[in-house]
């Protein structure tokens, strides 16, 4: 092998422009070899019968030391090799992470077999072995090989699997992280377990999953700058989703009155630890219900997310950290906390000139300020962080919320939740406004902000008011990120929780 597994050095670029030419060359070898008629390098098919995490299984208990008499076809990747003279050993690794030992002997492959597999096999190969399976004299999981075969050649060295990748490789070659990594491999597996059990509680309590357009003459659904692109074949202006809430309460009009999507959404934004311009979403709308009713069961979905991949409510995090995600959730005002939390009374009565002397006095810079945007940028400085438990923040400024009821019995506010875990927002839940001569004058009102100049503002929609006045229920709704989720339960930031996240 051209690779040594001993040095914690990584190569230098010309070191692995060196190593490339190396196993091209043995690609080479592997094609003249070949017995295609196309003359490939690697076979199409291999006499697979077993997998390692089926083998660890099987053999648990095996002592060490031991024969089974089981002859066994498996295929993984070289992660590291050791060759001495008449007997090589090479750990093989499964895409779970789980390993095997490979023992290549002289007595079993025979003088020129085992030669080959000296000078062609590299580490980072994929690699084809049949054999008994045995325990080794330390007692380790091991396949005799009686036979072996390339089954893909790495071009490229793998990185120094002794040492801890560097952030910027595992987010720009997530595939070596995966490899080398075993929270990588976990946070995949989670993440699918997550989905998995939200459909799962979706499909329990009778809700439909449906997909929505993701290019849309008119963006809406949130207060967001979107991406903009154009269509060729329509000769017009497009815009991928800031969210789908406009067409999921078209469904709703439609009659089907529990429906869902999992999906992506694109906001021309910032990234940082908790935005990424590219996320997964969920939304969900339920006819004849409230914000109660969506904050209830946003707390069970989570609840049972956590249970999918923990066993309980009790998350541990990836530095150690244990979280409780169990009991009854906190439901705060968002005046009322705001008031407790500055000791100052603020209410949807304060003026817009108090609280911009209150926002001063604190520092806090305020663009395109409104009552509702004070409001909620003195909420942030006063009282976000105070949050440790999961949170419902309940009641916000009508302003910063066209798109929901307003509150049953408090003026100037609507019913409208926040849930922060971890000191982010994580989902937000409304009672949904329905009344489309209302809509539309909280849209006109939005127009007005955008005139002046923000781009955060909502369009009017025509379509969607039409579809609005063919009669829309009382309706709940909830909407919440994927990515944030997993940050949620596993601590991390969110683009370890996105498997390829966008990079500049």
Known sequence: MTDSTEENVEPSAEEISQQKAVRLAKRERLIEASASPAGGAYPVTLPITDSIPSLRRRFADLEADAKTGVVVGIAARVVHARNTGKLCFASLQAGDGSRIQAMVSLAEVGEESLAEWKELVDLGDHVFVKGEVISSRRGELSIMVS??????????????????????????????????????????????????????????????????????????????????????????????????????????????????????????????????????????????????????????????????????????????????????????????????????????????????????????????????????????????????????????????????????????????WDLYVRGFELATGYSELVDPVVQRERFVEQAKLAARGDEEAMRLDEEFLRALEFGMPPTGGMGMGIDRLLMALTGLGIRETILFPLVK
Not at 150 to 158: D, F, G, T, V
Not at 239 to 252: G, M, T, W
Not at 260 to 278: C, K, L, M, Q, V
Not at 378 to 397: N, S
Request: aromatic share 8%; net charge negative; proline share 4%.
């Open 147 to 416: 036979e072996w075969q390339i089954a893909s050649k790495a071009l490229l060295p793998l990185p120094n699997l002794h040492n801890e990748l560097n952030e910027e490789t595992r987010v720009r070659s997530r595939y070596l992280d995966l490899i080398a990594r075993e929270q990588a491999r976990t946070n995949v597996l989670d993440r699918a377990k997550v989905v998995s059990s939200l459909r799962q509680t979706f499909a329990e309590r009778g809700f439909v999953e449906v997909e929505t357009p993701m290019l849309q003459v008119v963006h809406g659904g949130a207060s967001a700058r979107p991406f903009v692109t154009h269509s060729n074949a329509f000769d017009t202006e497009l815009y991928l989703r800031i969210a789908p809430e406009l067409f999921l309460k078209r469904a709703v009009v439609g009659g089907i009155e529990k429906v869902y999507e999992i999906n992506r959404n694109f906001r021309n934004e910032g990234a940082d630890s908790t935005h990424s311009p590219e996320f997964a979403m969920l939304e969900l709308y339920q006819a004849y219900a409230d914000y109660n009713v969506m904050a209830d069961l946003t707390q069970t979905m989570i609840q049972n997310a956590a249970q999918a991949i923990s066993g309980g409510h009790s998350v541990t995090w990836a530095d150690g950290t244990r979280y409780d995600l169990g009991g009854e959730w906190d439901r705060i005002s968002m005046y009322e906390s705001l008031s407790e939390a500055s000791g100052r009374e603020v209410t949807p009565e304060t003026s817009v000139e108090d609280l911009r002397a209150m926002a001063a006095g604190e520092g806090l810079e305020v663009t395109h300020p409104t009552h509702g945007k004070f409001v909620e940028e003195l909420w942030e400085h006063f009282v976000k962080g105070a949050l440790e438990r999961p949170t419902f923040v309940r009641d916000f400024p009508v302003e910063t919320s066209p798109l929901v009821r307003a509150h049953r019995s408090i003026a100037g506010v609507v019913e409208k």
